[in-house]
């Protein structure tokens, strides 16, 4: 057996481990899921106060829908309140956000540009409500979101609770792949957070207790991705954070491959980046599942699906290339095949490699029930399954270049 | 709060799902093994039988031999092995032995159709194929695909193949008495030898047991071209 031999096993035992443990998380939870849907958002007695922060930057698309989303909230009016920082936007945001100059709820805010962690903070030194929440000028919120996160502050430890993310209105092919990524990602928030184990509290409707910020601090850069830092800090100091997953926020997501790949290399860079910096976590005991087995895992996975795919890009590369040779030395072969099961790879790579397909199949299917409420098979799913695995290696391997040899990476 | 009966449970079932397959695998490889050998057996069996019938020849005449003469099962047993090489998860002491039966079985046909081309006057074409496994062959792999296709488009031409490096005495003295240098892929065409890269045409054109094959398939599919457009009646 040789190194790649040794590297390839290694990493499907990582990723068969992973896929085990959060299915075993499932069935640990499928009741508290239940529960949750039945009686989550009803007889809510006492309704804290709450000030939502819209950041904006160049949002003078979607602006007006988020901020009609936030009124149309399912909330006492007198509860909540909207702060819109217009974080120096070049368009006619300023324009669009007049429209709401005359409203009782929102208050609007403007300032030099200086990126959304200076914009959350303008508006944090002004908040004086039992819970702040922020979302992004891209996302709206569904009517009974609130209504379905207020009820885990009963618990006086959650000092945190994010949504489910789902993607508004898909029309490109990326945007349906995105789709049904995103409701792996519901899948998988739901199961960190019976974890203790979110390390990201999402731009889009991520709601805090105000006092995490009094003890914490305000919003950092964190390497883009002050979210993911956001998260880490409160993990880091043992506040609990969990997700709803009955509270749905919508979010506008990149159509084309361009936007995606900047993005999602945004995304990688801060995750890779923040967790060194928050590295003392890692392997240690004390911040229980997150340090012990999520953050390293979630590190080792980049490695381990970069290594995985291009195995199977290899694989496939020289298969072709041997189909080519084999073409230009006889030409077609009209002959059909006849079938002998000798010929099928019996290898135990083979063997574990379908054992994890079954297995990500089997949490596809859970997560696109959790998210859609059914499972069915949608364009969204077969675009996922041709195309996701070709996507991720892009990104990885960009932030990954950036992260070894300290590239700065842009916002846009 | 970390749940560390959870860790241990997973582990376990990953555990049990690595073993499975180990030994899934295991068994599935091993039946491969086994089915090459049952081949074997069989074109052994085969090759007996011809030689029984050689042996009876000697009182009967020439057109006693049937079609089925020379064993069928060669060409794809050949295949299976190739593919087997391939597959890094065989046990290669079980696999080593089964080529070197394979190669052995080989040079007992080629034997007994020399055999029979004396003794009966048919003009069979036959190649004895030299090639490495080794990377410096690189026309080796191209070499195969022109054999097996030659072989799908004749089917009255044996081809033979060797790996020239594999260590059994038949192939050394066969290398010796063709006086067969390291230079390959190498063909012995009916004695004659041609080495490198040959493509379909080439062998059609420039080797003149080849050429013959070639006239009498196209003589043999006009005939047939003809039959089916001249009415009988």
């Known amino acids: 057996m040789d190194i790649q031999d040794i590297i390839l096993y290694v990493s499907l035992f990582i990723s068969l481990f992973f896929e085990v443990f959060l299915l075993i998380t499932y069935l640990e939870v499928r009741e508290e899921l239940v529960l949750e849907k039945r009686h989550l958002a009803k007889d809510i007695k006492q309704f804290p106060t709450v000030s939502i922060i819209v950041p904006c930057f160049n949002e003078e698309k979607t602006v007006v829908s988020t901020l009609e989303s936030l009124l149309k909230l399912d909330y006492p009016k007198e509860k909540l309140s909207i702060i819109v920082v217009d974080d120096g936007s070049t368009d006619n945001t300023a324009e669009e956000l007049l429209k709401f100059k005359e409203h009782s709820q929102i208050s609007i805010l403007s300032k030099t540009n200086g990126g959304k962690h200076t914009a959350l903070n303008f508006a944090l030194e002004k908040i004086n409500t039992d819970l702040v929440g922020c979302l992004d000028a891209d996302s709206f919120v569904n009517p009974d979101a609130l209504k379905k996160i207020i009820p885990f502050f009963d618990d006086l430890d959650i000092k945190a609770v994010t949504p489910s993310i789902k993607v508004f209105e898909p029309k490109s092919v990326l945007q349906y792949v995105q789709k049904i990524e995103y409701s792996w990602g519901i899948f998988l928030r ?223 | 709060m970390m749940d560390s009966k959870k860790y241990i449970v997973a582990f376990l079932i990953t555990a049990v799902i690595f073993g499975t397959a180990i030994f899934v695998s295991n068994i599935l490889n091993q039946k491969k093994l086994e089915d090459v050998r049952v081949i074997e057996n069989r074109v052994a069996l085969d090759i007996l ?92 792999e191209r070499m195969g695909y022109v054999l097996t296709a030659m072989r799908d488009k004749y089917p009255d031409l044996r081809v033979y193949s060797f790996d020239y490096n594999f260590d059994v005495g038949a192939i050394n003295t066969l290398v010796s008495i063709y006086k067969i240098e390291p230079n390959l892929p190498a063909m012995i065409i009916n004695s004659d030898p041609y080495y490198g890269f040959y493509s379909i045409e080439d062998l059609e054109t420039k080797v003149p047991a080849i050429q013959r094959l070639a006239t009498t398939r196209t003589k043999a599919l006009k005939e047939a071209t003809s039959t089916l457009e001249t009415p009988t009646n």
């Open chain 2, 49 to 140: 039988s011809s030689e029984t019938q050689f042996a009876l020849l000697e009182e009967t005449s020439c057109s006693d031999i049937g079609p089925g003469f020379l064993s069928k099962e060669l060409g794809s047993l050949g295949e299976k092995l190739t593919y087997a090489e391939n597959q890094t998860d065989l046990i290669s002491a079980d696999l080593e032995y089964l080529k070197r039966s394979y190669f052995l079985l080989e040079i007992k046909d080629y034997l007994l159709m020399k055999r029979l081309t004396e003794k009966c006057g048919i003009k069979p074409t036959f190649i004895l194929y030299f090639y490495s496994t080794e990377s410096s062959c690189d026309d080796c």
């Open chain 1, 190 to 412: 739901r199961m960190l957070s019976s974890l203790g184990a979110l390390y990201i509290t999402p731009g889009p409707f991520s709601i805090f207790r105000t006092q995490v910020f009094k003890s914490l601090g305000g919003y950092v850069h964190g390497h883009h991705t002050e979210d993911l830092e956001m998260a880490l800090r409160l993990q880091k100091n043992r506040y609990k954070i969990v997700n709803s997953h009955g509270a749905h926020v919508y979010t506008s997501t990149p159509a084309q491959l361009q936007g995606l790949f900047k993005q999602r290399v945004r995304w990688t860079y801060g995750f890779l980046n923040n967790a060194i910096d928050y590295r003392e976590m890692f392997f240690n005991k004390k911040y229980g599942n997150i340090g012990f087995f999520i953050l390293p895992i979630a590190t080792v996975s980049i490695f381990t699906v970069l290594y995985t795919v291009g195995n199977v890009v290899w694989n496939s590369l020289s298969r072709v290339f041997d189909a080519v040779i084999r073409y230009r030395t006889v030409g077609i072969s009209w002959e059909f095949p006849s079938f002998d099961w000798y010929f099928l790879n019996t290898n135990v790579t083979a063997i574990l490699a379908i054992s994890a397909i079954i297995f990500t199949f089997v949490i596809l299917y859970l997560s696109i029930k959790m998210a859609d409420g059914k499972a069915k098979f949608s364009k969204g799913v077969f675009y996922y399954l041709v195309l996701y695995i070709f996507l991720v290696p892009l990104w990885l391997t960009k932030a990954l270049f950036n992260t070894i040899f300290k590239r700065q990476i842009s916002w846009r």
